[in-house]
């Protein structure tokens, strides 16, 4: 019997299979303890990407109620399980790649019974001390500036499947996204817009279960 060749895809997380982004619902809803803005040092230039998250979720001052909470808001996407199960059967390889924290990613998932490869920054939560992120220095995927190496995880899927798959949704997605072709390339909220501003062709979607719909039914998406 002949072998189904190998497909991948590779998604983000915050925002693309959930409808809102844990950094962005942190914080607008959740009490902080930080006494400066983390965010702006990261845009002047004077910290990481992942030492600005640091300092936000670990300013993070609530109960286990309120970051429960802030989960459920992030809204993943309800057709999810059943969309992975779908490209699982049909021989389809799903990989998380997030430069948010696995502590919510791996909640989220296991509230909804489904198990993928993910790959994103360790974290722990406690109420006295937020959610403590520490960098996955031992990862295959390691890089400094955001922690996981998201463009790492699309390279090392464009070696076992040429035609890999990636799908994301903002900033830190614009270079994995730019790895793969224009026709395996999905895109929603800012990374859309960025692609449609230069004119680069991608596939839009707005929920993460027309991503599976997409890829096995070979719809316009």
């Not at 895109?187 to 890829?215: D, K, M, R, V, Y």
Request: aromatic share 10%; proline share 7%.
């Amino acid at each position: 019997m002949r072998k189904r060749p190998l497909r991948i895809l590779v998604s983000d997380f915050d925002g693309t299979m959930t409808k809102h982004d844990f950094f962005d619902l942190a914080r607008r809803d959740l009490p902080s303890a930080a006494g400066h803005d983390y965010w702006q040092d990261y845009v002047d230039g004077r910290i990481t990407h992942f030492e600005a998250l640091q300092g936000i979720f670990g300013a993070i001052r609530t109960d286990w109620a309120g970051m429960e909470g802030v989960m459920d808001r992030m809204e993943l996407d309800p057709a999810l399980p059943e969309a992975v199960a779908r490209l699982q059967t049909a021989g389809w390889r799903i990989i998380v790649a997030s430069a948010g924290c696995g502590w919510y990613i791996e909640r989220l998932l296991d509230k909804v019974g489904v198990r993928l490869e993910v790959y994103a920054n360790p974290g722990e939560f406690a109420p006295e001390t937020g959610l403590r992120l520490t960098l996955p220095t031992t990862s295959l995927y390691f890089r400094y500036e955001t922690g996981i190496d998201k463009p790492g995880i699309v390279r090392a899927a464009l070696e076992r499947d040429p035609q890999a798959v990636f799908a994301g949704d903002g900033r830190p997605d614009l270079a994995p996204a730019s790895l793969v072709s224009p026709d395996c390339r999905f895109a929603t909220g800012w990374l859309a817009h960025h692609f449609q501003n230069i004119g680069e062709p991608f596939h839009p979607f707005e929920t993460w279960s027309q991503i599976a719909t997409c890829l096995l039914e070979k719809t316009p998406c």
